[in-house]
């Protein structure tokens, strides 16, 4: 049946109100509420003094853990090493920023981060107080430290030092170890050549004065209760993709000189601090993260989208040659701490020899030595896993919240005999792990419910409105198209 004019005008009206509808929901859909609400999340984001985001950065309001593992040794029939981890001992942590300074003019934030340890113990798989023979890690590294210029009487100067070792293990608390410290060079004139003086210990992360004569080892006591230095960062006014990047770190953009060299990327202080970044984060974005207990800034490049709490997320690990010592990380080859071969060599890839930024002869790699090259005689008893030794952020794309945030290192120390020292005479030629310590940040479930309610609820509301929009186009353009083709 064929109808007259009026038909085909109706067609066309009706097709053209399709399209219309089809344009508007692609450009109101697709641009205009996606750009508003961009410029929404833009604004809600960047540290604006006094907002909601400025309190959250400052005062984290992350379920925040450190869990530290301990290595204990037993001594194979073929002088091999067998260790057995225990753990984890859990701690809560307290992270708070201290704002000394606000700089509108040049966008910038200066602040000092407050770290506190508290034991967990019902987290926990020990009591603190629970006593394990470990490593005695300055008796190790005062050792190394002179073993170029021994002295005739070292085994004397041990022994008064560090009262009698019969080896370098040493039976610690967890706690001692790690926070309240063992004293050691009470009578520094009877070790003159192995007990470092007050000056010289003034940068060592590890070992501290003690009454008037002493010094007292703990290997996380430089971290509880104290200040991480002085940030410069900027705040994201201006430019907020620049939001959280690090300025200077204690007055200064580079590390000092005796870090890494004076040459190379190395000493560069870049990147942020791991709990802010911008939003609309893309795969290909460089984030970077700059951590002062290891002294270096390391790279998280993007591995895969994954689902977190019905979040659509970005996950992250550290750039697999992170820890690598040749090609840009040459500069990370100090020569510093000797290799199990008594070599001044580069260290292996996988491992960082930290002398230089702890001033002690640590060295770091990933736990259970994952993804690092093989060395001489490895200890037993070791298995890396990404899953539960790698490290990775997990990332909200749309807002750049760090949902999940996961760091996890391993920090070793070289055995080996060095002749003329007793207590060194049994030992095998290896790298040994003292204790790895994953530290843990993530989102409580308020936080993430507010993701949900305030950003893709709004997200969804749109794409609805979109599809519906350009769903009835779509329907009016074929049923104009309909009534075209029945108008004849």
Known sequence: MCGGILCKILAFIVAGLGVAAIIIGAVVGFAVLPNNIRDEVERRVRLEYGSEQFQRWQILPFNQTAKIYFFEHNLQPDNRILVAERGPFVYKLTRQKTVDAKNRDDDTITYREYLKFDFDEEESEFPETHRLKLLNVPLV????????????????????????????????????????????CTNPTAAPNLCPTRNEIENMHYIQPEGATALSFAFLRHRDNTFDGTYVITAGMDSIGDLGLIRTWNGQPNLPNNVWGNTGQCREINGRDSTIFPPNVNRNDDFRIFYSDICRTVTLEHVENVGFEGISSHRREFEETTLNNDNDN?????????????????????????????????VLSYPHFLGASIVQNPVLGLEGHQDYHGSYTIIEPGTGTPLKIVKRFQYNMVLRNIGGVTV?????????????????????????????????????????????????????????????????
């Open 141 to 184: 590294s005062l050792v190394q430290s002179i073993e170029d210029r021994l002295p005739t009487g070292i085994n004397s100067e041990i022994n008064s030092a560090f009262g009698n070792p019969e080896d370098v293990f040493r039976i610690f608390s967890a706690r001692e170890f790690l926070f309240d410290g063992y004293t050691f």
């Open 424 to 488: 060194t005479s049994r030992l095998p030629s290896t790298i040994y792990p003292v204790l790895w310590i994953e530290e843990t940040m993530e989102l409580p479930s308020n936080l993430i419910d507010k993701i949900h309610d305030k950003y893709l609820s709004e997200l969804n509301t749109i794409t609805i409105i979109t599809w519906a929009l350009i769903g009835c186009g779509i329907a009016l353009f074929i049923l104009g198209i309909a009534l075209k083709i029945l108008c004849c």
């Open 330 to 362: 040459d500069c990370y080859c100090t020569g510093q701490t000797r290799l199990p071969d008594g070599s001044n060599r580069c260290w292996h890839n996988g491992f960082t020899d930290l002398y230089t930024c702890t001033r002690s002869h640590v």
